[in-house]
């Protein structure tokens, strides 16, 4: 419990952290929040707290569909939360082995994986994405294929570095000296150094996550329809936008305030961190 105080103290981490976790809870309970089927028609076109023929009260409105905009945002946070924390913990398991291995044999394996990992990483990340899911097609695995591929590089570049610079310590070298396996100065001796800088990475890389998947919904590519897709809502309701904007206002009040609250949170782990070293 002491070492949770010094992020409990960081404003950045408790309202970063409340709007991560707030959206967390909705995922959880969308079908006890959602008061509608977020895939039935209910009411023609309408703006937000209207109220309906069978006396149901719209929050957000209905889209061009009749569906109720709430339930919709509401089921599409458990698509964002669930399909964004999978991709991403699925790049870190690839970025994370392969780094810490680079890092720590040097040579010829690092060579080539540095290699491959810079090929990826000199296409831009969207077109990347858009080739991707293209090539084998939009789909939930497909789009957590395309977010591990294309995020993977950047994870073990960063692991990488962490893994030189602690492998050269002393507490590491007495390890080699004792004999012990390679598995166990990997993962118990250099792993545990890098949860600090890892942390703050993956919080940001969450958010670009749930970007990413946001703009392969709008672009057409996310999940199929119907789905709830907050990406796919702005996409559906952006030829109507002028005369209803709540079509597009709440699907990218959603997106951004996630990814402000995943943001907000790895700035203050960083500044947590950074305190720590300071003190060390």
């Known amino acids: 419990m002491k070492t949770l105080v010094p992020y409990l103290k960081k404003p950045l981490v408790l309202v970063g952290g409340g709007l991560a976790l707030g959206w967390l809870l909705v995922a959880i309970f969308a079908p006890l929040i959602a008061p509608y ?79 491959l990992a810079n090929v990826v990483l000199s296409f831009p990340v969207l077109v990347l994405y858009i080739v991707i899911i293209v090539v084998i097609g939009a789909s939930p695995v497909n789009i957590v294929i395309a977010v591990t591929f294309s995020s993977a590089p950047a994870i073990y570049r960063i692991v990488r570095g962490i893994t030189i610079d602690v492998a050269s310590r002393d507490f590491v070298k007495a390890a080699v000296t004792q004999g012990e396996s390679t598995l166990r100065i990997l993962f118990v001796d250099i792993l545990p150094n890098t949860t600090g800088p890892l942390a703050v990475d993956f919080c940001l890389r969450l958010g670009y996550t749930a970007i990413t998947i946001g703009t392969l919904g709008f672009l057409g590519l996310g999940l199929p329809p119907p789905t709830p897709d907050w990406g796919g809502m702005v996409n559906e309701g952006r030829a109507m936008a002028i005369a209803f904007p709540h079509l597009v206002i709440f699907p990218c009040i959603a997106i951004s305030s996630l990814t402000l609250g995943l943001s907000l949170l790895a700035d203050g782990l960083r500044e947590v961190n950074d305190a720590k070293e300071r003190q060390a």
């Open 37 to 115: 089927d977020p895939l039935q028609t209910l009411q023609p076109l309408a703006k937000p707290m209207v109220a309906g023929s069978k006396g149901e009260l719209f929050l957000f409105g209905t889209d061009m569909l009749g569906r109720d905009i709430f339930s919709r945002l509401v089921w599409g946070a458990r698509t964002v939360v669930i399909y964004s924390t999978l991709a991403t913990l699925t790049a870190y398991a690839f970025g994370l082995l392969f780094g810490l291995i680079a890092g720590y044999a040097g040579g010829r394996t690092d060579a080539v994986l540095s290699f």
